[in-house]
Nanobody, 121 residues
Framework: QVQLVESGGGSVQAGGSLRLSCVTS?????MGWFRQAPGKEREGVAR????????YYADSVKGRFTISHDNVKKTLYLQMGSLKPEDTAMYYC?????????????????WGQGTQVTVSS
């Protein structure tokens, strides 16, 4: 059983930065962040394979967001910069504990409670 505890959300003006953190309680194969804005479908933002540290990003956040994982602290991070109002959403930390592709939300067996990010113009 893996627990995910997120922190770091908040309100910021457009162009600002925030860093989300997600502390895990056990082994993970891959981790990522999903987000869901009101009235919209949930979408993948970024993911990382905790062993290889390979990362993947949605086109909408490439060059602005950076995902990273500290294997010692067992903590996942999402550094968000040049934030835009359209980044406003609830952000969810996710984890998968066995090998796989890790591309789709259905492949993650653990989810955090979510942390709200609000970007004002």
């Amino acid at each position: 059983q893996v627990q995910l505890v997120e922190s770091g959300g908040g309100s910021v003006q457009a162009g600002g930065s925030l860093r989300l953190s997600c502390v895990t309680s056990g082994y993970t194969y891959c981790m990522g962040w999903f987000r869901q804005a009101p009235g919209k479908e949930r979408e993948g933002v970024a993911r990382i394979y905790t062993g290889s540290q390979n990362t993947y990003y949605a086109d909408s956040v490439k060059g602005r967001f950076t995902i990273s994982h500290d294997n010692v602290k067992k903590t996942l991070y999402l550094q968000m910069g040049s934030l835009k109002p359209e980044d406003t959403a609830m952000y969810y930390c996710v984890a998968r504990t066995s090998g796989g592709v890790c591309s789709f939300q259905t492949e993650y067996n653990y989810w955090g409670q979510g942390t709200q990010v609000t970007v004002s113009s």
